[in-house]
Structures are given as structure tokens and as C-alpha cells.
């Protein structure tokens, strides 16, 4: 059984370079697809319900 897709965790924010190298090395020898995948966490938007006070009416 050879593997068809090759599925590389890329850190955002580490060396990447070494991961890719070696999944491309394994991709060539088993004639795999080599798919990068990466992730970040985005934080959801703030949404602020400001209520101001009413102008008394003399």
C-alpha cells in the first residue's frame, strides 16, 4: 500500500524549510501529492453596544 497524499503541518511561525524539504523528499519517492496546510487562530471581532444617556426636555 503506497500513500497517495502527503499532508505537511507548516508552523506559522517556525522554520518551515526542513518540514518541506523532507515532505518533498518523501513526496518524489512514494509519487505522492504533497499538500501544505497551516493555521492560525484569529481572534472574533469586539462589537460594543454604547447606549448614551437622553437629553432631558425642559
Known amino acids: 500500500m503506497g500513500y497517495k497524499s502527503i499532508v505537511l503541518n507548516l508552523d506559522i511561525d517556525g522554520m518551515v524549510a ?10 518524489q519517492r512514494f509519487d505522492a501529492r504533497l499538500i501544505g496546510l497551516s493555521a492560525a487562530d484569529v ?5 460594543v453596544k454604547v447606549e448614551w444617556p437622553s437629553k432631558a426636555r425642559a
Open 18 to 27: 526542513p518540514v518541506v524539504k523532507l515532505g518533498v523528499d518523501l513526496a
Open 43 to 47: 481572534p472574533p471581532p469586539v462589537v
